[in-house]
């Protein structure tokens, strides 16, 4: 852990990148405190995810992990695969957390072009509204530049079809779902997202023994 860290005293930068600075710098100073007094413990290690990297599934699963986080390396295996590995290194009260940015290329009517031409205006429209919405949240920024209406398509039709990833990505399996407040693993688009079809999900195969209240994703609607 670095010995110094620069600090703005009580003030905070009113530019993006001053604020920007100072919230990476909160922050890093709560993990330097507890690697610092024994309560974090960080191992950087090198491998492959792959069931067939067995030394590396049974390494974390003697660690007994409350959670794994996967980032979203479940853009690029197979469901059936992921879950071989996820639940081969799960023991009880393990739960997995998770995005996936390219989800959408796997359902269909996520693209406005999946659409008949005569309605694109109106998911164009009701996009807009939603970007609109989702930037009174955030102070201090003004709202998203996007360059193509496709993306402002996107933030409508994602929470459209959302649902029908996830079933096909939780198929034969059975899991306890979680996503902020249950109600969609998307969140509203704000200034600093990349995408604003990144879905978010925390999960935990159901003999794992957890829950997560109201807090449940069911993935199952429609």
């Given amino acids: 852990a670095p010995a110094h860290i620069h600090h703005h005293g009580n003030s ?10 100072s919230y990476f710098e909160k922050n890093m100073e709560k993990f330097i405190y507890h690697v610092r007094n024994g309560t974090l413990i960080f191992i950087p290690k090198l491998g492959t995810v792959s069931e067939n990297n067995h030394a590396m599934i049974q390494e974390v699963k003697r660690a007994k992990p409350y959670i794994v986080s996967w980032s979203n390396v479940v853009d690029y295996i197979h469901p059936q695969k992921f879950h071989k590995i996820a639940k081969s290194m799960s023991c009880e009260g393990t739960a997995h957390y998770l995005h996936t940015c390219n ?18 205006l109106h998911f164009f429209s009701a996009g807009l509204t939603t970007m609109k919405n989702g930037g ?3 102070n201090g920024f003004s709202s998203p530049v996007y360059s193509h209406f496709r993306d402002v398509c996107a933030t409508v039709l994602a929470r459209e079809y959302v649902n029908k990833f ?3 990505f939780f198929r034969g399996q059975k899991v ?3 996503c902020f407040n ?9 200034a600093l997202s990349r995408t604003g079809s990144t879905a978010f999900v925390i999960f935990a195969y159901e003999d794992a023994g957890l829950s ?6 069911d993935y199952t609607g429609s």
Wanted: net charge neutral; charged share 20%.
């Fill in 12 to 21: 905070c930068s009113p530019t993006v990148i001053g604020r920007t600075r």
């Fill in 103 to 120: 989800w959408t290329s796997r359902v269909y009517g996520t693209d406005v072009y999946d659409m008949h031409e005569e309605g694109r």
């Fill in 136 to 138: 009174c949240l955030v």
């Fill in 166 to 168: 996830f079933q096909y």
């Fill in 176 to 178: 306890n779902c979680s």
């Fill in 182 to 190: 249950g109600n969609t693993p998307l969140k509203l688009p704000y």
């Fill in 212 to 217: 997560f209240g109201q807090d449940t994703y």
